[in-house]
C-alpha cells in the first residue's frame, strides 16, 4: 500500500475531491427539493422523484462545468509552465487529463439515466394528476390556474387530453432533453475503445455533437415545467397548514383563511455553471485555429520501412520542448480531421519532425500522398505544440525511457536533446543516468533511428561519458534464421541486426530484473519512468513501480508516466 502512495496519492485526492462535491450536492440539494416548505404542494403531485430529478441536474451541472476543462490543451500546457504547478505532483495529475475527462462523462451519463428516468415519472405523475376528478388535493392543485394568463399553475398539464409523450415532444425541457440524451448516446458508444481505434473518424465526428449538447443544456430549463410555490404566496398561504383543507382556499368564511397557492418557475441556471468553460474552450479553439493558419513548410519527406513516414518541417515562431506533441491535418486528405503526433525533433533544432506510422485510413492515406510523385508537396497545417510527461525527463536524476514500436518517438526527442547538450556541454543538465529500452516487432523498425543511436555511442564515447545513456533494443517478434545468424555473429564488436554497438536481445525484458538492477544501483535516487506504448505494458510497469519504491525518503522511488494524447 505504501509503494501505490508513492505514485497515486495526489490523483487519489484529486478523485477524492471530485466524488466528494458530487456526493455532497446530490445529498444538498435532494434533501433541499425533499424538505423545503416552497416546494411542499410540487411534491404532492410528484413525490421523492421531484427530488431525484433536481439532485441529478445540479450533478450534471456541475459536471458539465468541468467535462471540457481537461481537453483545452492550451490551458493545461500553460498550468505545467507556470510556478504555480511547477511541482512533480501537480505535473504528473496534468498527464491524466484524458482519464479525468472520461471520469467525468461516466458521471454525465449516471445523472443523465438517473433525471431522465425521475422526470419519466414525473410526467406520468402530472398526468394522473390532472385526469383525476376525485377532489384530492392533487387533483385541485392540478386545476388552480389553469384557465388564467396569470402563469401561476403547478400542473404543466393543463387538459385531459394532454399525454406525457406529447409534452415530451412539444416542450422546449421535453424536446431538448430528448436531442441531449441521443446527442449524449452517440457521444458516448462512440468513444469506445474498440471504435476509437477501428473507426476514429466516427469518434471524431460524433464528439463534436458536444456543441448541441451544450446548447440543449444551456435552454433545457427556460421553460420551467417544474415549479415552486413563490415567496409572496408563502407568506399569504403556508401549505403545512393550510394543505388540510383545500376546499375553503380563497374563502374569508373560515377562521384560519388560506388564498390560493401561487407558482412559479424554478429559474434556468445550467447556463452560469457552463458559461466560463464554454467561453475558455471558445478561446481555446480560437486560439488553435489561428496557429493552425500559419504557414508550415514541409522541408523533407522520408517514407521509412514498416511504412513510417517522416515528416520535416519548419514554421515561424515555432518553440518546443522535448517530449512535447502537434496535431497535424492535410487539408488533401481531410480539411476537418486532425490528429496527434509526437515531436521527434529536439528544441536545439533549427525544423521539428514527427514520424508517423500507417495506423488507418487517415494515416495510410497521408503516407500515399507523400508517396505520390507530385510536383507541389501537399499542404500541411500544424497546431501545438503541446505538453506531455516526456517534458519531466530531464528533472528526474534517473530515468527509465520505455518504448514500444513507434512509440519510441517522444525519447527520440530526449535523446537527441542529450546529444546536442553533450555538444555543447550543458551544465545545466540535471539527469545522471538515463536506462533506454526500445521494444519492436520486427528488424526493420529498428532503422528508423540507428542513425541517432550510433551517433549518441560516438558522442558518449569522446566526451567520457560512456556510463550516461544504458539502451537496450528487444527483438519480440523473429523466425528461427534470425536469431541463428544471431548467434553465428555474436562474437562480432557490431550487432547483425541493427549495425550498433548494443546488442539486440530477442523477447521481451524481465522487468522486475530490471527495475532490481536500477533499484540497487541507485539506492536513494527519485527514477522516472516513461513509457510510450500499450496498456498492457504500462501495467507491468506500473506494478514494478509500486514493487520498488519506498516511502522512506533516503530510498528509492519510481515515478511512473505514461504518454495520454
Known sequence: MGNWVVNHWFPAVVIAAWLGLNVFLFVYYFLLFDRDKKFYYTRVLLGSALAWARASAKCLNFNSMLILLPVCRNLLSFLRGTCLCCRRTMRKQLDHNLTFHKLVAYAI????????????????WYNDSQQAADGSLSSILSNL????????????????????????FTTIPGLTGVIITVVLILMVTSSMEFIRRSYFEVFWYTHHLFIIYFAGLVIHGI????????????????????AQDPTHWGRNDTDSHCEEPEFGSIPAESWQWVLTPILLYVFERVLRFWRSRQRVVVTKAVVHPSKVLELQMHKKGFSMEVGQYIFINCPSVSRLEWHPFTLTSAPEEDSFSVHIRAAGDWTENLIDTFQQQKPKTPRIEVDGPFGTASEDVFQYEVAMLVGAGIGVTPFASVLKSIWYKFQHADQRLKTKKIYFYWLCRDTAAFAWFNDLLACLEQEMEESGKTGFLNYRLFLTGWDNSIAG????????????VTGLKQKTSFGRPMWSNEFSAVATAHPRSVVGVFLCGPQALAKSLQKCCHQYSSLDPRKVKFYFNKENF
Open 109 to 124: 451519463a449516471l445523472f443523465t439515466a438517473v433525471h431522465i428516468i425521475a422526470h419519466l415519472c414525473n410526467f406520468e
Open 145 to 168: 390556474h389553469q384557465d388564467e394568463e396569470s402563469n401561476k399553475w403547478l400542473n404543466p398539464i393543463h387538459t385531459n387530453s394532454t399525454t406525457p409523450a406529447y409534452v415530451t
Open 223 to 242: 421553460a420551467g415545467l417544474v415549479r415552486g410555490q413563490t415567496a409572496e404566496s408563502l407568506n399569504k398561504h403556508n401549505p403545512e397548514h393550510c
Open 485 to 496: 545468424q544471431a548467434a553465428f555473429n555474436f562474437d562480432n564488436d557490431t550487432d547483425v
